[in-house]
């Protein structure tokens, strides 16, 4: 049914519940789940829902799964994970029954083609994929869960300060997903209630793990979200005055967990990978001779950045 996740909005089904999860979320959050918060945020309301939306959808959706007692021990192979994850969180996703059932939405796809992502890429302004590639890299120098959400209060700060008030959506869309994110995801490690991979070593029961400061939180300690940096940042912004639809929080929530059950495992060999092929996308092997026609360092930079984000070297030839 489902093999991979995508980003792509259809036309959407709204969030029905956004603004009662919303206000939900904030009550719950006066427990373990401010704990790590040292520094409140400013965001534009619409963005506030956006990432609260994406928040909630973690939970309610990581719910349903430890529900259904899914069990990934037997998968190996980290490909066949990604497809079964994905198929399962789409299946499993609360708001994606209510809009099927509604028959708003069709089946979807999450992860990016390489083509879309070009085109998306391309429509992106110098200033606003500076701040993306800052994001990516305040994330990955984050030593914890608390020092990335000191750093993305920092970073919303000067977004709103340099970045023409047009081109600032997304960019604070990226901000929003990730500090509520990050929140909700140490909450429900602390409850004893993150989903167990084999990439994780998370073994699930409701009791309640260690502090983040101790390295007891396999999730929450994760701090590199390149994919889900990418698939808000070339995606399309909430429309402005509506609240944040179905599809979209189901999609950014999937990545974002991928990410995290993920992350130990994967970093370090996608990078290696990705670093290669674009050596040899440089050096001509993959693609023509750079300033000969072909591609050079612009193009084989874009195909790097997607890569990392999705895990494969697909970029397009040039003609």
């Known amino acids: 049914m489902m093999k991979n996740l995508i980003f792509i909005v259809f036309s959407i089904a709204l969030l029905t519940q956004s603004c009662s999860q919303s206000d939900d979320f904030v009550d719950r959050q006066s427990g373990v789940e401010k704990e790590i918060v040292k520094e409140e945020i400013d965001f534009p309301k619409q963005v506030e829902a956006y990432g609260k939306a994406v928040a909630k959808e973690i939970e309610t959706t990581i719910g349903k799964l430890n529900d259904l007692n899914i069990d990934y021990s037997e998968i190996v192979d980290l490909k066949d994970f990604r497809e079964k994850f994905y198929e399962d969180w789409y299946n499993a996703s609360p708001a994606m029954a209510r809009s099927r059932a509604a028959g708003e939405v069709q089946p979807i796809e999450m992860t990016m083609s390489a083509t879309e992502f070009m085109e998306r890429y391309n429509s992106l302004t110098d200033i ?41 959506e997304r960019l604070l869309n990226v901000i929003a997903v990730l500090y509520y994110g990050i929140q909700k995801v140490s909450y429900l490690e602390r409850q ?8 994780n070593n998370i073994k699930l029961s409701k009791v309640k793990t260690r502090s983040i400061e101790d390295g007891g939180n396999v999730g929450a300690g994760c701090t590199k979200f390149l994919a889900t940096v990418w698939t808000i940042a070339v995606g399309e912004p909430t429309p402005i005055g509506e609240i944040v639809a179905s599809v979209v929080t189901v999609v950014v929530a999937g990545v974002y967990m991928y990410e995290v059950v993920t992350c130990a495992s994967q970093q370090n060999s996608t990078t290696d990978y990705c670093n290669r092929k674009y050596n040899e996308c440089m050096d001509g092997k993959d693609y023509s001779q750079p300033n000969s026609g072909g591609w050079g360092y612009s193009e084989c930079r874009r195909c790097h950045e997607y890569c990392l984000a999705q895990g494969v070297w697909d970029c397009p030839r040039p003609n």
């Open 192 to 199: 004893g209630l993150m989903l167990s991979t084999p990439y």
């Open 128 to 168: 606003q994929l500076e701040f993306i590639r800052k994001i990516i890299s305040e994330c990955e120098k984050s030593k914890s869960s608390q020092d990335l959400l000191s750093k993305l209060v920092a970073l919303n700060n000067e977004i709103r300060a340099q970045v023409p008030e047009i081109e600032q």
